[in-house]
């Protein structure tokens, strides 16, 4: 397994602001994704981050408003750009430890983001 | 378009009793599932997977079932305890990609 930190793990921000959550992992991973959990919803994936190489992105997601930066293999931030209330959400970190899909991933505890 | 779907958004069974959470999927490529248990405040924490070549898999007190023909898999927690109280939400993936599929998560309430 491994141990995902996430911070912050909550906060309150005003609209048109940004906020970069950080995700730190116990162990050197090839591949970090970010999900987004809006109210009600399910876990969506908003983009896989390799170190060394730009995000890839889901339909739905662009990088103006969650750049990603992946600066290591245990290090990654997502920013939440220039907020409205509907960004108000839970994101999570999540990394596959063996690389190659198919296998479970592991999650950080998540950061409940609130716009106001 | 929803590609898994979890029709149940909560479930409450008594302690000692068996606890059936199901799962549904659209998808045919999808050979890899898994199930995930949420507390609230924490990220989601792995339970169980199955591979699309199998039609059961079991640890301890939790089994997974698949039915490929009816595109259908479910989480049975036998015996279930307090402890299992819990938002559990099934997931899926294609063969080779990293990208997981969740359903919206049932909420399990086990009554003690």
């Known amino acids: 397994s491994a141990v995902i930190s996430q911070k912050p793990s909550r906060d309150i921000c005003q609209r048109g602001t940004s906020l970069t959550i950080q995700c730190q992992v116990d162990s050197q991973v090839t591949m970090m994704f970010w999900y987004r959990q809006q109210p009600g919803q399910s876990l969506t994936l908003i983009a896989t981050a390799n170190q060394g190489s730009e995000a890839t992105y889901e339909s739905g997601f662009v990088i103006d408003k969650f750049p990603i930066s992946r600066p290591n293999l245990t290090f990654s931030t997502l920013t939440v750009s220039n907020m409205s209330p509907e960004d108000s959400s839970i994101y999570l970190c999540?990394?596959?430890?063996?690389?190659?899909?198919?296998?479970?991933?592991?999650f950080g505890q998540g950061t409940r983001l609130t716009v106001v | 378009d929803q590609q898994v779907k979890q029709n149940s958004p909560s479930l409450s069974v008594q302690e000692g009793r068996i606890s059936i959470l199901n799962c549904d999927y659209t998808n045919s490529m999808f050979d890899y599932f898994l199930w995930y248990k949420k507390y609230p405040a924490e990220g989601p924490t792995f339970l169980i997977s199955?591979?699309?070549?199998?039609d059961k898999n079991e640890d301890g007190r939790f089994t997974v079932f698949l039915n490929k023909s009816a595109k259908h898999l479910s989480l049975h927690i036998v015996p279930s305890q307090p402890g299992d109280s819990a938002v559990y939400f099934c997931?899926?993936?294609?063969?080779?990609?990293?990208?997981?599929?969740f359903g919206t998560g049932t909420r399990l309430k086990v009554l003690a």
């Open positions: 199955i591979s699309s070549i199998k």
């Open positions: 999540s990394v596959d430890l063996k690389g190659f899909g198919n296998t479970e991933a592991f």
């Open positions: 997931a899926a993936s294609e063969a080779g990609t990293y990208k997981y599929i």
